[in-house]
């Protein structure tokens, strides 16, 4: 019933959202069910996590392109138009920049027949470690608990004009992991990842 009381913007983000857990993380899509552990609400632990523009969006430099060539896996097609298309670097520009209050995620709107998620705060998350991130066998106790060690966060759904991004993390072990952020174009009427840019890796 709650789900009616949706606005189709609401609805559009956990359409993205399902996009990179089935696109991005291949979970969810094999006969066999995937479980995952969801964070409740993203909360930025890096003030300039998204920053992917030295410079400002009428022009783009050298290390701009240096840096996405590399953390795009030299997705040549995606910087060839961020060179030539000026409306489409303005848009990968504000959608690369300050991602501000994230929204509390639904694991009910997004679990599928073969996707079983269970959610967590982000503070019960950060206490398996303790604090420095001293405490022993977090991992362990994590599994142990929750039966998986894929713990996955999202921001909230940035729009502009026909192009949209999320950034997404995921946590699977001491060094294990990566961040990211999608960048999702909409063509005839149908959302596709574009690119996925990469922030961090362990």
């Known amino acids: 019933m709650s789900q009616l009381a949706f606005s189709q913007i609401e609805k559009t983000d956990y359409e ?24 409740k609400k993203f909360e930025n632990k890096f003030s300039n ?40 670097r303005e848009s ?33 998350y950060y206490s398996f470690f303790g604090k420095k991130f001293k405490r022993k066998n977090p991992w362990k106790r994590i599994i142990k608990k929750y039966g998986t060690r894929n713990v996955v966060e999202f921001s909230k759904v940035k729009y502009n004009r026909s192009f949209a991004s999320v950034y997404f993390g ?11 952020i999608v960048i999702f174009e909409k063509v005839n009427g149908i959302w596709k990842i574009l690119t996925s840019i990469n922030q961090w890796e362990s």
Not at 16 to 39: A, M, P
Not at 170 to 180: P, V
């Open 170 to 180: 995921i946590h699977c072990g001491g060094l294990c992991g990566n961040g990211r």
């Open 92 to 124: 990968v520009y504000r959608l690369t920049s300050d991602f501000g209050i994230n929204p509390k995620i639904s694991a009910d709107l997004l679990s599928t027949d073969q996707l079983n998620i269970q959610s967590i705060s982000s503070e019960k």
């Open 16 to 39: 993205l959202y399902s996009l990179i857990l089935s696109e991005q993380l291949e979970l969810g899509t094999k006969s066999t069910v995937d479980s995952i552990i969801l964070i």
């Open 49 to 88: 996590l998204y920053e992917v523009f030295d410079s400002k969006p009428d022009s783009i430099s050298n290390s701009d392109i240096n840096f996405l060539s590399i953390n795009t896996g030299n997705d040549t097609i995606f910087i060839k138009r961020l060179i030539k298309e000026k409306e489409f």
